[in-house]
């Protein structure tokens, strides 16, 4: 799990990427889980960032524990998309959704707007 810290208008943001949360017999990768999935649960903001270009899959799903997002990012959206914003408002029904283009800066200051 990476963490870092970012200001972001009057607020600092404590980021903390935990891609990868799945079960595994790696006993190593079961600590890294099991700490992402305390952070998760700890967070006031929880954010799942999507591939835009990529069908929502599983482990997606999964991957908050049972912890729904506050935030969905649909990411790459340069790219044709496969997963529409109703989509994923259909999957997760409670979050609010932005597409972004970080290449191209589009969506970023509504993300912002939001997370401050």
Same mark, same amino acid.
């Given at each position: 799990? =990476? %963490? ?7 607020? %600092? =943001?404590?980021?903390? @990427? %935990? ?13 890294? +889980?099991?700490?992402?999935? *305390? ?11 999507? @591939? ?18 506050? +935030?969905? +990012?649909?990411? *790459?959206?340069?790219? &044709? ?21 970080? &290449? ?6 509504? =993300?912002? *707007?939001?997370? +401050?």
């Amino acid at each position: 799990m =990476l %963490t870092d810290t970012v200001p972001l208008g009057r607020v %600092t =943001l404590r980021l903390s @990427d %935990t891609a990868g949360l799945r079960e595994s017999d790696d006993p190593v990768e079961r600590i890294g +889980v099991e700490r992402a999935r *305390k952070a998760l649960d700890e967070a006031d903001v929880r954010v799942l960032v999507l @591939d835009g270009s990529s069908a929502i899959e599983e482990e997606d799903r999964e991957a908050l524990c049972g912890l729904a997002p506050h +935030v969905v +990012v649909l990411s *790459k959206g340069d790219l &044709p998309a496969i997963v529409s914003s109703d989509d994923a408002a259909s999957e997760f029904s409670e979050a609010q959704i932005i597409s972004v283009c970080a &290449p191209r800066g589009e969506g970023l200051d509504q =993300l912002r *707007k939001l997370l +401050v």
